[in-house]
């Protein structure tokens, strides 16, 4: 390749026929005042050039997923290469990134290290690696033919008498028979000959014994295997050798020498946004905090009482009768705070009870608290996901379906208003037949779709095989259904009435939408309170809540969802529901009057709560 990219002709934008070289492996700054083609040399021609020729290597199917590039207004550019933009804006905020990061050239530079690099021990300079099967059968086979060999694996043997009898009596279970020690071998079958092992110096088992020649592949293979399941080490010793010669192999990642072991590199070692291979004092930043102390004694000369040190903590000899500890500063600033108490505590523990490292970890967290609930229905686990989401889940549904059936209430009212349908059907009924018509209409179309909805996303897990099972403590009890059909009409009634009263007052659809968002606010204060009504259902907040007609439907299903409710709030809020829901039905049908409906007035606020209390 050329030692430079040689541009020739560049003519994009401000740039007049220029011809330049830029050398590679140099780092070249283009710079120029405003408007002098920096930007239309590098981006707009070099790397659009560049990005152009990659895209044309690719193949006719990759490319159609491509956006085609435009060949930049220059004659000729040689010793390019696919280049790689930066934005000057720094798009990320994590201070760990950097220009290789951005440009996820780390990941190849990460999977390099890992796949091609060597590893060497930083002791004797060894080079490491883990010896396969194959790789030993090839090296122990390249002895010269005739020679004999024992195939060996250490024997790491218990300190006790009776551990080690069971270790050596468990070997001649697995069927090995022989040992072997400095030259010598003893013979399970004959135990008087393991008196004279000195158990006090290395041990081994004797797998094989074997003469070098052709055809005995095979079976270096497998001693190797069994040594490797045994020990995860296999030694070939030369038989008559003198001095002894050894062959070690080991499968693991250790230097054979000092036997340290390494571990494999593997891409998340070259990684410093990775606790494997981030630096454990800098944790991958780059820079640490420590002290200085040039600055904490800044004359090492001047003594404690001449002012070496500005503030200091002593603890006091009788600390354990009295437990004394001083503070000793050159001034005192009420307004500055000092609490080192945790940090004080932290460091006389630790050197009043650090030999017992079980007492310190106890005194450092003396509570292990287990919950044990008397109550014989299974209980939720708080951990658990469900015990959040299952309730927030039904206090979504229910705000969603009120909502969408309370809103088609509006929207009716409105377009029959516009229409004039509903001067006719005021010439016929009453506006409280009419109301409750609708009321009853529309909330039962509603309940209709909720139910059609249900079945259909039932239908389709079990048309898909697939299965959906909840813990018994996370299935909801079935009368939670007869609740919430019940606070749902109430809740309908209550909305839908409000809705139809603010339908007779706005002039047009475009200002009942915005009515709209002003009515259901009530409904989304249990949305804003979720936490406190999963977490402490029976709480002060979720009493009330659930008590208020405007909040009741949505904040006592979600306590139903989440808990247990005591009968008498259920009733109590169904009254206070029903209550409203009568009250509001009676007041809205007083809207509907001829002055209302053919008035034409912008909605406002005030007048709809004149009319809502019968002052209009």
């Not at 250490?154 to 070997?171: G, I, N, T």
């Not at 490292?357 to 919950?371: F, H, K, Y």
Request: proline letters at 6%.
């Amino acid at each position: 390749m050329e030692d430079s990219i040689v541009i020739r002709g560049a003519k994009l934008h401000n740039l007049k026929n220029i011809s330049l070289e830029i050398p590679h492996n140099k780092l070249t700054v283009v710079t120029g005042v405003s408007g002098s083609g920096k930007s239309s040399l590098v981006f707009d021609t070099i790397y659009a050039e560049g990005q152009r020729r990659y895209v044309e290597s690719l193949s006719a199917y990759a490319r159609q997923f491509l956006e085609r590039m435009e060949k930049p207004e220059v004659d000729e550019i040689e010793g390019l290469a696919p280049p790689i933009a930066i934005r000057q804006k720094n798009t990320s905020r994590n201070p760990r990134s950097t220009v290789a990061t951005s440009t996820e050239l780390y990941d190849f530079l990460r999977l390099l290290y890992a796949r091609v690099g060597r590893t060497y021990c930083p002791k004797c300079g060894q080079f490491v690696q883990r010896d396969t099967v194959d790789q030993v059968a090839q090296r122990v086979l390249a002895e010269p033919e005739g020679t004999r060999w024992y195939v060996l694996f250490p024997v790491r043997l218990p300190q006790k008498s009776a551990e080690m009898r069971d270790r050596l009596f468990d070997l001649r279970q697995r069927g090995f028979n022989r040992l072997y020690q400095d030259g010598r071998t003893f013979e399970f079958s004959t135990p008087e000959s393991l008196l004279d092992i000195d158990f006090t110096r290395p041990l081994h088992v004797l797998v094989d014994r074997i003469v070098m020649s052709s055809g005995l592949r095979q079976r270096v293979v497998d001693s190797v295997e069994i040594c490797y399941r045994e020990a995860g080490e296999v030694i070939f010793e030369q038989a008559g050798a003198e001095p002894p010669r050894r062959l070690v192999f080991n499968e693991k990642f250790a230097c054979k020498t000092c036997n340290i072991e390494f571990l494999t590199p593997e891409p998340r070692l070259f990684s410093f946004n990775n606790p494997f291979g981030a630096c454990p004092r800098c944790q991958g930043f780059g820079n640490t905090l420590d002290y200085d102390f040039n600055l904490i004694i800044p004359d090492p000369t001047l003594s404690l009482d001449e002012g070496a040190i500005d503030a200091f903590v002593l603890i006091a000899e009788d600390y354990l009768e009295n437990g004394t500890v001083y503070y000793y500063r050159p001034d005192f600033n009420p307004m500055e705070g000092f609490d080192l108490s945790a940090e004080l505590e932290h460091i006389i523990n630790t050197n009043l009870l650090g030999e017992n490292q079980a007492l310190l970890a106890r005194v450092q967290n003396p509570l292990n608290m287990e919950m044990e609930v008397l109550n014989p229905e299974p209980q939720r686990d708080p951990g658990n996901m469900l015990t959040f989401f299952l309730p927030y889940a039904v206090t979504f549904l229910f705000y969603i379906v009120i909502l969408s059936s309370a809103s088609l209430m509006l929207s009716s009212i409105t377009s029959e208003k516009q229409n004039r349908v509903i001067e006719i059907l005021m010439t016929s009924i009453t506006p409280m037949q009419m109301l409750t018509g609708k009321i009853i209409a529309l909330g039962l179309a509603g309940l209709f779709q909720t139910i059609v909805w249900t079945t259909a996303g039932l239908l389709l897990l079990r048309v898909s095989g697939t299965t959906f099972s909840l813990p018994a403590e996370f299935q909801l009890p079935v009368s939670i259904i007869f609740w919430g059909a019940i606070f749902f009409l109430l809740g309908y009634a209550v909305y839908a009435s409000l809705m139809a009263g603010a339908g007779a007052l706005v002039p047009n659809l475009r200002e009942s939408s915005q009515v709209t968002t002003i009515l259901v606010i009530p409904m989304v204060i249990p949305l804003m309170m979720i936490n406190p009504l999963i977490q402490q259902p029976n709480g002060t907040i979720a009493v009330v809540l659930s008590l208020f007609p405007l909040t009741a439907p949505v904040s006592m299903m979600t306590r139903l969802a989440g808990t247990q409710v005591p009968i008498w709030q259920i009733l109590l809020s169904i009254l206070l529901l029903a209550i409203t829901a009568a009250l509001v039905i009676r007041a809205v049908s007083g809207m509907f009057r001829a002055q209302n409906l053919l008035s034409g007035q912008p909605f406002r606020m005030n007048v709809f709560f004149k009319a809502l209390l019968g002052r209009l």
